[in-house]
């Protein structure tokens, strides 16, 4: 906020820039503080020049633009960043004008193309555009006097974010979805806790006696699919924190369990 | 009233959106455009001069009966019903040069603004005040926009015809097509001076 607050002599006029004066409050507030003006009340760098101009009293068709120019860099010298590409831009071509009018002009009596001209159109457009959002907002504001019939206003009750939700508010939602299902197929789902720490033993306890193995050597006599499924999430977390190196020596062949990844693959 | 502009009272009622005159003929088959709009003619008196608290108002093209402005403080203060949030200026400055140059795209509009656009464009687009209107034949064909009748509707306008036109602002509108201040622009400045 700190940023977008600066200290010059300007303050943001009212009616004349048409759209969202200051609220008494905040002038009153503005005031207080001298001289500020919240960058963030403009709507873009040509806002920002017009106010200028006003502010100076200053002809649109003769635009004294070394001293605008400087006025318009102190005024953008705290802006944001987050705004500054537009500011920026209209800043250095607010210099380069002021470079031009430098320049010795023609001698020889030949027309002289006023290099303010183009700024000048864009003010003018620019202004106009301003006018006309200020007439449209006075016609919004008498419009949204009038109201429609059956316009209530948009409900406020929106799900507290973000969205929480227990277990029971979860089960008892299933069970709305089954219930509005005519003929729901149900499954009983039998919980088998795989045992990883018990394949994990296994497989440190064949590590400590041979350098490799084929993976399939630490399961028992007839696995299931949960034995195996210990077994490959055991080897996951043991080559995970580097206790055993997994080697595939060929496309599709059985995995082979290291102790260490020193010695290449036979 | 005349036993059609009661039923165009009663239907103009039940639809809470503006009604054009042309869905009104269907209500009655032996109706004519021309008395639709006698008895539309013949409701907004009764409602003006017989002292009701609703007027007849022409929107975006349609008709319909809203509350009258005097009432709104009151009506909002007992919370049955609320205007319309206002519009940034950055959304009433965008509408008026959408308004005054559809179909337009995003370029002239920053051109114009000398902001960026995107942001404003797409809030307007969800609002539904604008819409694509088409593809300009420029390079990358950028995407036009224009306005939609429920623009017109939140200002109270019947049509476009009823923004300001050019001798009504301060400043002269410029035309439509305005010179677009290019690269080509600046140097051709920038060599006049230099010369």
């Known amino acids: 906020m700190t940023a977008s607050v600066l200290t010059t002599t300007l303050v943001p006029d009212a009616p004349a820039s048409g759209i969202a004066p200051p609220s008494p409050e905040a002038a009153a507030i503005l005031g207080s503080l001298g001289f500020v003006v919240r960058l963030e009340s403009f709507s873009g760098p040509l ?56 320049l010795p002009r023609n001698q020889d009596g030949e027309a002289w193309e006023d290099p303010r001209a183009e700024l000048v159109r864009r003010l003018l457009e620019y202004q106009q555009v301003r006018e006309i959002a200020h007439w449209m907002s006075a016609a919004a504001d008498r419009r949204a006097l009038r109201l429609a019939r059956g316009y209530l206003p948009p409900s406020p009750e929106l799900p507290p974010l973000p969205l929480t939700l227990d277990l029971l508010d979860l089960l008892s939602a299933v069970e709305r979805v089954i219930a509005s299902i005519l003929h729901p197929v149900l499954h009983s789902v039998v919980a088998r806790p795989l045992n990883v720490e018990g394949a994990a033993l296994r497989v440190q306890a064949l590590l400590a006696e041979r350098e490799e193995f084929v993976w399939t050597s630490a399961l028992g006599p007839s696995p299931t699919i949960s034995d195996v499924l210990s077994l490959l999430l055991a080897l996951l977390e043991l080559a995970r924190r580097g206790q055993c190196f997994m080697i595939q020596p060929a496309v599709f062949a059985p995995l082979v369990i290291r102790r260490d990844s020193s010695r290449p693959a036979h | 009233m005349t036993p059609l502009a009661q039923l165009i009272e009663a239907a103009l009622f039940a ?13 009655d088959a032996d109706a004519s455009l021309d008395e639709v709009r006698a008895a539309l003619g013949q409701l907004r008196e009764h409602y003006d001069f017989d002292g009701h608290g609703v007027e007849l108002l022409e929107l975006g093209g349609g008709y319909q009966v809203v509350t009258r402005p005097a009432f ?71 995407l036009l926009y224009g306005t939609t009748p429920l623009f017109l509707e939140l200002l109270g306008l019947a049509d476009l015809n009823n923004l300001p036109r050019a001798e009504e602002l301060t400043i002269a509108l410029q035309p439509a097509k305005p010179q677009m201040a290019g690269p080509d622009d600046d140097a051709a400045a920038y060599v006049a001076a230099d010369a």
Do not use: C, W
Request: glycine letters at 6%.
């Open chain 2, 72 to 142: 709104a403080a009151a009506i909002e203060r007992a919370q049955l019903g609320a205007r319309q949030p206002r519009l940034t200026p950055a959304m009433l400055e965008t509408l008026a040069v959408i308004a005054y140059r559809q179909p337009v795209g995003r370029a002239e509009i920053e051109e114009i603004r000398g902001v960026s656009a995107s942001g404003v464009l797409r809030s307007l687009q969800e609002r539904g005040l604008i819409e694509v209107t088409g593809r300009s034949d420029g390079m990358g064909r950028p």
């Open chain 2, 15 to 27: 639809a809470a959106r503006p009604v054009t005159a042309e869905e009104l003929v269907t209500l």
């Open chain 1, 47 to 102: 806002d920002l020049l017009l106010h200028l101009l006003r502010e100076e009293q200053i002809d649109i068709a003769d635009i004294p633009i070394a001293r605008i120019a400087d006025q318009f860099l102190a005024a953008i010298k705290h802006l944001g960043l987050n705004q500054a590409a537009e500011y920026l831009e209209m800043a250095s071509r607010l210099v380069r004008l002021k470079i031009q009018m430098l």
